[in-house]
């Protein structure tokens, strides 16, 4: 660890090195070099990004127009937009003689990483910083981006990956749950759904973050306002509708995605509310009419996804996601479900 922090902090202190954060891909520490200033040190998940490079790129050019965007509008950028730092030879990876990629950003102060609120107003904060970011990427050449992780959200191919899971059923898990996949299954018509409106052209191809759950929008520890959105590793061409969808997914939810006690996950109507008044008072000028009608169809679809994603890693044998007992994908799933049946048409 400690070659891999001074790659890029020459000065820091190894000893203040700390796990940080709850994501189930990477693995995140925080690190304070010698002026106390803390850092976000991340080992990049490589059976799920095997381009590391690219996504790198990806999040530097998004970046760097965000910062002109802001710039331009003379405002400041230092605490809304991440920066990484680059190692002496100028890369933004570093890599370890084992194989292992490594990158390091600066540690947004006074900000908080919410896995869950309650109170409608931070939701609308949250609501803002997401709309925040499509207003500043508006105008980004989508299509120079590269699809790290393709047909991400497309979710016809995600059906029909689940559907193979189900048919091979290698963890001989299947029958189990054979509710769930029959759930998932009677609603097929629905993975296609926002599929056939980008191919149609009826929705316009923006940038996209492709993970905005509530925990990647920062929110200011004092006013609760928005400050900065961060985890950019799935920025990619995609619909607002997903981004939309996906924040829906977290914010609002009565309770964590693996919550165990069914019963507990609710789809909050007042937070989804509160939410898309931020996200429309942000970006609602910019986006056309298929977008705007259509932004609950992006919930529906994002949950409907997520579920299937969680299902399909349970019946692979968890391959995919992080879990921490042997049920957690099919908790995860369950929640899902739950929330998806919750959720108005
Ligand atoms: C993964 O690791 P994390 O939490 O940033 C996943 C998202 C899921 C999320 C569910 C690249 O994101 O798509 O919505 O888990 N990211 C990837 O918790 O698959
Ligand atoms: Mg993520």
């Given at each position: 660890?400690?070659?891999?922090?001074?790659?890029?902090?020459?000065?820091?202190?190894?000893?203040?090195?700390?796990?940080?954060?709850?994501?189930?891909?990477?693995?995140?520490?925080s690190?304070?070099?010698?002026?106390?200033?803390?850092?976000?040190?991340?080992?990049?998940?490589?059976?799920?990004?095997?381009?590391?490079?690219?996504?790198?790129?990806?999040?530097?050019?998004?970046?760097?127009?965000?910062?002109?965007?802001?710039a331009?509008?003379?405002k400041?950028?230092?605490?809304?937009?991440?920066?990484?730092?680059?190692?002496?030879?100028?890369?933004?990876?570093y890599?370890?003689?084992?194989?292992?990629?490594?990158?390091?950003?600066?540690?947004?102060?006074?900000?908080?990483?919410h896995?869950?609120?309650?109170?409608?107003a931070?939701?609308?904060?949250a609501?803002?910083?997401?709309?925040?970011?499509?207003?500043?990427?508006?105008?980004?050449?989508?299509g120079?981006?590269?699809?790290?992780?393709?047909?991400?959200?497309?979710?016809?191919?995600?059906?029909?990956?689940?559907?193979?899971?189900?048919?091979?059923?290698?963890?001989?898990?299947?029958?189990?749950?054979?509710?769930e996949i029959?759930?998932?299954?009677?609603r097929?018509?629905?993975?296609?759904?926002?599929?056939?409106?980008?191919?149609?052209?009826?929705?316009?191809?923006?940038?996209?973050?492709n993970?905005?759950?509530?925990?990647?929008?920062?929110?200011?520890?004092?006013?609760?306002?928005?400050?900065?959105?961060?985890?950019?590793?799935?920025?990619?061409?995609?619909?607002?509708?997903?981004?939309?969808?996906?924040?829906?997914?977290?914010g609002?939810?009565?309770?964590?995605?693996?919550?165990?006690?069914?019963?507990?996950?609710?789809?909050?109507?007042?937070?989804?509310?509160?939410?898309?008044?931020?996200?429309?008072?942000?970006?609602?000028?910019?986006?056309?009419?298929?977008?705007?009608?259509?932004?609950?169809?992006?919930?529906?679809?994002?949950?409907?996804?997520?579920?299937?994603?969680?299902?399909?890693?349970?019946?692979?044998?968890?391959?995919?996601?992080?879990t921490?007992?042997?049920?957690?994908?099919?908790?995860?799933?369950?929640?899902?479900?739950?929330?998806?049946?919750?959720?108005?048409?």
């Open positions: 660890m400690e070659k891999i922090i001074r790659a890029f902090l020459p000065g820091a202190d190894v000893a203040s090195l700390a796990p940080l954060g709850e994501g189930i891909i990477n693995t995140t520490f690190v304070s070099d010698a002026d106390g200033k803390r850092y976000v040190i991340q080992k990049v998940n490589t059976n799920v990004f095997p381009d590391p490079y690219s996504v790198m790129e990806n999040t530097a050019n998004v970046t760097d127009w965000m910062r002109k965007r802001l331009e509008e003379g400041c950028f230092d605490r809304c937009v991440p920066l990484f730092l680059q190692t002496e030879e100028g890369d933004y990876l890599r370890t003689p084992e194989g292992g990629f490594w990158r390091c950003s600066r540690l947004i102060e006074g900000a908080t990483a896995v869950h609120v309650t109170d409608p931070l939701l609308y904060n609501g803002k910083g997401y709309g925040e970011f499509v207003r500043l990427t508006d105008g980004f050449p989508a120079t981006l590269t699809e790290v992780l393709p047909d991400f959200h497309n979710t016809k191919k995600r059906f029909q990956a689940f559907l193979e899971a189900v048919e091979k059923d290698v963890a001989g898990r299947a029958r189990e749950v054979d509710r029959h759930y998932l299954k009677e097929e018509e629905l993975a296609g759904s926002i599929v056939a409106m980008l191919e149609s052209g009826e929705l316009p191809l923006r940038v996209t973050h993970d905005t759950k509530l925990s990647n929008v920062l929110l200011d520890d004092v006013t609760g306002e928005a400050v900065c959105v961060i985890d950019l590793d799935t920025v990619m061409p995609g619909t607002v509708l997903y981004d939309f969808g996906d924040a829906i997914r977290s609002a939810a009565s309770a964590a995605e693996d919550e165990p006690k069914l019963d507990r996950m609710n789809f909050v109507s007042e937070n989804c509310k509160a939410f898309k008044e931020g996200f429309l008072e942000a970006c609602g000028e910019i986006l056309v009419p298929a977008e705007v009608n259509n932004l609950m169809l992006g919930a529906r679809v994002i949950v409907y996804e997520q579920a299937m994603r969680f299902l399909t890693d349970y019946l692979n044998g968890d391959t995919y996601y992080k921490l007992f042997p049920g957690h994908n099919l908790i995860r799933a369950r929640t899902q479900i739950r929330l998806f049946s919750q959720i108005p048409e």
